[in-house]
């Protein structure tokens, strides 16, 4: 095992996670559901919602976001 390429994963990960991190911090889940197949989305109290597509082929919320295959997607909350 490369040290320097699993180095490099594990910080591209850390990055793509933080983004999470960094809208949900200090909330707590409100709701998880499958609303496909492959794919899940947990809300938030504070109105984040985080899209998991664990399929092989992109996915689009109604709302127009696009959740690529194997991958995740953050949706903002809503400004009232």
């Given at each position: 095992?490369?040290?320097?390429?699993?180095?490099?994963?594990?910080?591209?990960?850390?990055?793509?996670?933080?983004?999470?991190y960094e809208k949900t911090e200090n909330s707590r889940?409100?709701?998880?559901?499958?609303?496909?197949?492959?794919?899940?989305?947990?809300?938030?109290?504070?109105?984040?919602?985080?899209?998991?597509?664990?399929?092989?082929?992109?996915?689009?919320?109604?709302?127009?976001?696009?959740?690529?295959?194997?991958?995740?997607?953050?949706?903002?909350?809503?400004?009232?």
């Amino acid at each position: 095992v490369n040290f320097d390429s699993t180095k490099e994963i594990a910080c591209e990960q850390f990055k793509k996670l933080s983004e999470i991190y960094e809208k949900t911090e200090n909330s707590r889940i409100y709701s998880h559901k499958y609303i496909d197949e492959k794919v899940s989305v947990t809300e938030y109290e504070n109105g984040v919602r985080v899209y998991v597509n664990f399929g092989n082929n992109d996915y689009h919320t109604e709302q127009g976001l696009s959740v690529r295959a194997g991958s995740f997607a953050v949706e903002e909350a809503k400004e009232n």
